[in-house]
DNA sequence: CGGATGACAGATATTGAAATCTGTCATCCG
DNA sequence: CGGATGACAGATTTCAATATCTGTCATCCG
């Protein structure tokens, strides 16, 4: 059947994000990736209206996998204290680990991130949903003092953007940078137990 | 006296400032700030070495300007827990006001502070070194728990990047911004207290 | 003699013409 | 007929020639 080669969506973005990977933000064309799909770059824009739609995508693609190991630890059962320290070094981890080894590539999602902002801000609102999730656990579990989640959750997340914001990124490869996280940990969590 | 017109350093950042201020980072030129004394662009190099050491040193004089408002409160007596949020709720308002009241000059001070991460290291280690001041009067004086106030200091420090990291000033406008500065202090002290 | 000058070489920035890219659409193909 | 094509206009980027800037230094001036 001739959908056997019908072009999707879905390779598009794939393809463009091999694209992004080799040629970097600013030089890589709807040409070039329609010319990666061995099709004409007018066959991309009935999939996507610009090619800011389609870096928008590309990017939300990206952070959508980035999160949902996340998403997995927020929703586990256990000690709210622990998850959520877990939640956040992981948040870290997986941060500093895609900026230190694949620099170029962290550099073009910064800039891509930097272009979409409402796109970044939706998926700020389901971080900080996941740190209200657990925070909401360790107060029903008495391992929180009681105040109000939804602030509370944002301030962690806030608290924290030193460790996950890309604009911190190049503090991440300091040695340092460990234990200034879990300094600050122990200190979000004393104010998380409270008195 | 030959004197009365001998051109010093500080003649030289002041007028710096100003064609800095006029013209913005990329296009304010060693020449110009000549012309804008009067004197020939050599002369400026009699002071300052290279036109880099200049923008440092225009630096320099703006963060310290910037920052000997807080080294009073820091230095107060008092209450150790209304003299940190007053500190830090300083340190965010002048950094907002700047970033406002005058975008472009705010802007230009960013591409500077960019260029001189020597520099912006020695200040965040004044900075801290404030903080870990206030915080360890409120040991002493028994209004926070007893931890090791170096990293106590920088984790404070660290967790309000957000109010106080000009890579965060576009989101200093948002109304809610003072909002979360408050919850976030909120668990913060919550954190110094500690049970 | 201490300090200012401006000509100069090499580095950097500007500019405008040419090349390429984005987004549209009439046309074509299976 | 649904979907792909590529020619096209206007916007954007590239590139090389040109102009300006940085930093040095032999010279000058009070």
């Given at each position: 059947?001739?959908?056997?080669?019908?072009?999707?969506?879905?390779?598009?973005?794939?393809?463009?994000?091999?694209?992004?990977?080799?040629?970097?933000p600013?030089?890589?064309?709807?040409?070039?990736?329609?010319?990666?799909?061995?099709?004409?770059?007018?066959?991309?824009?009935?999939?996507?209206?610009?090619?800011?739609?389609?870096?928008?995508?590309?990017?939300?693609?990206?952070?959508?996998?980035?999160?949902?190991?996340?998403?997995?630890?927020?929703?586990?059962?256990?000690?709210?204290?622990?998850?959520?320290?877990?939640?956040?070094?992981?948040?870290?981890?997986?941060?500093?680990?895609?900026?230190?080894?694949?620099?170029?590539?962290?550099a073009t999602y910064m800039v891509l991130v930097g272009e979409?902002?409402?796109?970044?801000?939706?998926?700020?609102?389901?971080?900080?949903?996941?740190?209200?999730?657990?925070?909401?656990?360790?107060?029903?579990?008495?391992?929180?003092?009681?105040?109000?989640?939804?602030?509370?959750?944002?301030?962690?997340?806030?608290?924290?953007?030193?460790?996950?914001?890309?604009?911190?990124?190049?503090?991440?490869?300091?040695?340092?940078?460990?234990?200034?996280?879990?300094?600050?940990?122990?200190?979000?969590?004393?104010?998380?137990?409270?008195?």
């Amino acid at each position: 059947m001739a959908t056997d080669n019908a072009l999707t969506a879905e390779q598009i973005l794939s393809t463009a994000e091999d694209v992004l990977r080799r040629f970097g933000p600013a030089k890589a064309t709807v040409v070039d990736i329609a010319r990666a799909l061995g099709v004409s770059h007018g066959s991309v824009y009935r999939h996507f209206p610009s090619k800011a739609a389609l870096r928008e995508a590309v990017t939300q693609r990206w952070l959508d996998r980035a999160h949902d190991e996340l998403a997995a630890i927020a929703a586990e059962p256990g000690p709210a204290a622990e998850r959520l320290h877990r939640w956040l070094a992981t948040l870290f981890a997986a941060k500093r680990q895609k900026a230190l080894e694949d620099p170029e590539l962290f550099a073009t999602y910064m800039v891509l991130v930097g272009e979409v902002s409402g796109t970044v801000e939706e998926h700020v609102e389901t971080l900080v949903a996941q740190i209200r999730q657990i925070v909401e656990d360790g107060v029903r579990r008495g391992e929180f003092r009681d105040a109000p989640a939804g602030p509370v959750a944002r301030s962690v997340f806030l608290a924290t953007a030193h460790f996950h914001d890309p604009a911190h990124a190049a503090e991440w490869s300091r040695p340092a940078a460990q234990e200034d996280f879990e300094a600050l940990w122990s200190l979000l969590l004393e104010g998380l137990r409270g008195r």
